[in-house]
């Protein structure tokens, strides 16, 4: 809600509201879970890659709570904990995938084709070489007009338009990789034209413009997946990452479960967007292994290469 006004994640309002929440929230935590902090047996926080200073805040924290506590330091990547919040159990028979498996994890920052192995044993096989999915759809919902945070509402005026209203080109990278700047630019030049001709294009247009984009972008997201799956043999599926909350890419690879064979794992809408949960169940895997983290961590703002 403090970014709305400006349309978009103000790093330094983050870190600022991060900070003056972190102790409120982790006593909340603990009053809801019915245990007090002396029955903890180690303190996981994300390293990164993300905002360094709310990354900053929350690795300053978790370091003096496990020294006032003498219990371990466990550091989480932020994009192996999307993946494997697939193996948060609410019920005992939610399922969880089995290893091999890939997971599409699409963000505003990150859009990549994940082949996961094991827990900690995961390969990035293909990504956007320029723009996240996520972005594109955030692009698109500005041109628009729509108000920050933009993906949600362009996937809830999409199911109100025709996605064969408009069509935009489909970018041909090599290999499992993504390209989505082009697109957005076309999209950009479509609406400024358009306009020029009719200053009500945007108002008369709306629901089939983000029915329109959103179909291109979901398509072009899942036929990179479906190569990566027939290519490699695998019919594990997963998604996830904040645009794994959208319907249609949601949708679409429920439909793949039944034309394609796939095995498909969807993460509950808790899980989608940025969570504690998935910070909590990869510290606890790593906690099985016994794999701690000194006190000389640094945060990181992103990864140069792997995951």
Known sequence: AIHKKYGGVVPELASRAHQQNIIPVIDSALQEANINKNQLHAIAFTRGPGLLGSLLVGSSFAKSFSLGLGIPLIEVDHLQAHILAHFIQDNPDDKIPKFPFLCLTVSGGHTQIVLVKDHFDMTIIGQTIDDAAGEAFDKAAKILGLPYPGGPLVDKYAKLGNPGSFHFPEPSMPDYDYSFSGLKTSFLYKIRDELKLNPNFIEENRD????????????????????????????????????????????????????????????????????????????????????????EATSYARKDSGI
């Open 208 to 295: 089939n413009l983000c029915a329109s984009i959103q179909k291109t972008i979901v398509q072009v997201l899942i036929k990179k997946l479906e190569i990566a799956a027939k290519e490699l043999g695998i019919s594990e599926i997963a998604i996830a990452g904040g645009v794994s909350a959208n319907s249609q890419l949601r949708q679409t690879l429920l439909d793949n479960q039944e034309k394609l064979g796939w095995n498909v794992f969807i993460p509950k809408f808790a899980y989608t967007t940025d969570n504690a949960a998935m910070i909590a169940i990869t510290g606890y895997l790593k906690y099985l292994k016994q794999e701690f983290t000194d006190f």
